[in-house]
């Protein structure tokens, strides 16, 4: 991180002087959805919907990379309980032609893959289908596609 | 259709032969097995309350919604399974495998077939779900209506960063 800023510094020093004197920090590139990202839980049930003082977090991603696209589970800390969920959108742009989101969405499910919520009224990516994995009942109780 | 012959079994198991037990051109899997062919199979598995819904094309979603109740867990797994074994049979080699989805829950099991999608409930979870009325009235469903709107809190001012935690 030193390194890149010193030669940051070097290359730009004909160039203006503001900018040598702005220090930040760079961290590698971060993805989507990982520990702590906070997000919005989209479907119409209780847990997620009553008022907390603190945002659902997610603490873990089920995947080998920590970060999480949609399509895949997380664990979420939502009212001082741990609950499983399903990503259905994130901030991050994604591959060209497919939707992003301006919150990071999240609908919860139980342990054996119930959604929780019975209905699901913001936009959901239409892409879920094609994907691998058990969306058919997220996308059963969902009004809108994308 | 074409019955499973233990003999054309026993040749394919030998390496003889492309033998295909499957009857009709290439392509053909999909107007076997059909709407028509699946109710059936339902039908002669005691199914209970059979739902077929032809969803609008606009949805690009599938061409048919089935939601069908079974007595107990066994019951529906054994209908899944049986509708799963009857597809396997039945497809060409192109077409594309379909799961299971929810083998571990006890009411509710999905099957995505491309053009139809059935659902196989106990009735206590068909009535907490209520997917019928959901994909006949689309936006007028009264549980869609009864999600409160997100409102903004009165004292919110746009692009004022929130206190730190």
Redesign the interface.
Known sequence: MALVNGRLGLFLTHFSRAVNQRHFSLTGACGAIQKLTRVRVVDNSALGNTPYHRPPKCIHVYNKTGVGKVGDTILLAIKGEKKKALIVGHKMPGPRMSPRFDSNNVVLIEDNGNPTGTRIKIPIPSTLRQQGGEYSKVLAIASNFV | GCGLQPGVAAGRALGGGEEKVACGAPGQTLSNFNIDFVVTLLRQENAKDICVIQVPPE???SDY?IIVSGTSTRHVQAMAQYLLKMYKHLKQDDDPYVQI??K?????M???FGSM?I?LMLPE?RE????EK??TL??Y?D??A???PESLPDDFIFGLESQQ?
Do not use: P
């Open positions: 949805f690009k979603y919604f989805e929810g571990d829950t006890e009411d509710w999905c099957i995505d999608v659902h979870t907490i779900y209520e997917l959901l994909w689309r936006s469903d549980q869609l009864q999600i409160v935690q």
